[in-house]
């Protein structure tokens, strides 16, 4: 008789139910490694390693805020150009003369404060999330290029340790704040009430609500969370980059974090998903850009690539939902 959270095989060896959930996507990424390190010896080098990971960990980021809220049936679109707008005003507060880290408080309390209008709009007004949000976008993408001016704007040498710090001399420090960020998120989501509310609420909203759990205040609270941390992601950016530019986040990111969090298992329709699940799919999307640079293939080839991988995931995501 096997126990809750295990899956026992034919030949009777009991394995974690999330380790089996994510199995496929293991193989795939390995697969797909694989063939890489064969045909390019610079792919397994720990200097490529840094730099995936580095490329990657803004999108863990808003992918981790993006899991919590589509666990719960909700979606956000903007997260890419709440990064943008982010970005842009801690730019222009460092340029104006603001202190660097006093400066970058202002990312994360800039996107939470968007993201709780996206909350209040879906939420008070009953909007559709997906309209919300992408209308939201739209808006964002203009203030980001307004707030900057169309141009870049320099932070000189101000957040050069989170933008190319080191943890005990080996870890980037963009992959050390993703690796907690995507901890406490797992953490929330498997541990907490608020997580365990999140899971009912998108599973069944109605019933959610007539068991007593604030419905409307848990997703304003995670469009808020999704908002924050995404304007975490806008100060990494602008660290990372040296400056604000035009094209830095924006609608790109967003798909590129949905395609994650899809590919990592969460359902589209709520009331399932893990972030184990999601920074698989991040770096599975990074491995993937990163292989086809190696093997300088087309670089259009890439958005290819990351739409067929998301439609497939995307399928088999449905498949599970209607087995389920």
């Known amino acids: 008789m096997t126990t809750a959270g295990t899956v026992r095989g034919r030949a009777g060896v009991s394995l974690p139910a999330g380790l089996t959930r994510h199995l496929g996507l293991l193989a795939v990424l390995l697969l797909i490694g694989l063939i890489t390190a064969l045909r390019s010896p610079a792919f397994l080098t720990g200097a490529n390693v840094l730099n995936v990971s580095q490329q990657v960990a803004v999108t863990a980021v808003l992918a981790a805020g993006l899991t919590l809220l589509m666990t719960a049936g909700g979606i956000d679109f903007s997260l890419g150009s709440i990064a943008a707008v982010s970005s842009g005003v801690v730019a222009q507060l460092i340029a104006a003369g603001a202190d660097g880290w006093a400066a970058a408080l202002a990312g994360p309390a800039v996107g939470a404060a968007i993201g709780f209008g996206n909350g209040a709009v879906v939420t008070v007004f009953r909007v559709a999330p997906f309209v919300a949000t992408l209308a939201t976008s739209t808006v964002l993408g203009g203030a980001a290029l307004l707030i900057i001016d169309g141009q870049s704007v320099s932070i000189g040498d101000h957040l050069v340790e989170l933008g190319f710090g080191e943890v005990l001399g080996v870890v980037p420090a963009p992959v050390v704040v993703a690796a907690a960020v995507c901890l406490a998120a797992g953490l929330v989501m498997r541990w907490t009430a608020f997580g365990r509310n999140a899971f009912a609420i998108g599973g069944n909203e109605d019933a959610a609500r007539l068991a007593g759990i604030p419905v409307a205040r ?107």
Do not use: W
Not at 228 to 242: D, H, I, P, Q, S
Not at 274 to 294: F, H, M, R, Y
């Open 218 to 324: 848990t997703k304003l609270l995670l469009y808020t969370l999704g908002g924050l941390l995404a304007g975490l992601g806008g100060v990494m950016l602008v660290a990372r980059l040296g400056a604000a530019s035009p094209g830095t986040g924006g609608l790109q990111l967003e798909l590129t974090v949905v395609a994650a969090v899809v590919i990592g298992g969460t359902a589209l329709h709520g009331g399932s998903g893990t972030v184990a699940g999601t920074v698989l799919g991040v770096v599975l999307l990074g491995v993937v850009a990163n292989s086809l640079n190696l093997l300088q293939v087309d670089a259009h080839f890439q958005d290819v690539a990351v739409g067929g991988v998301l439609l497939v995931a995307a399928i088999t995501n449905h498949l599970r939902g209607r087995a389920r």
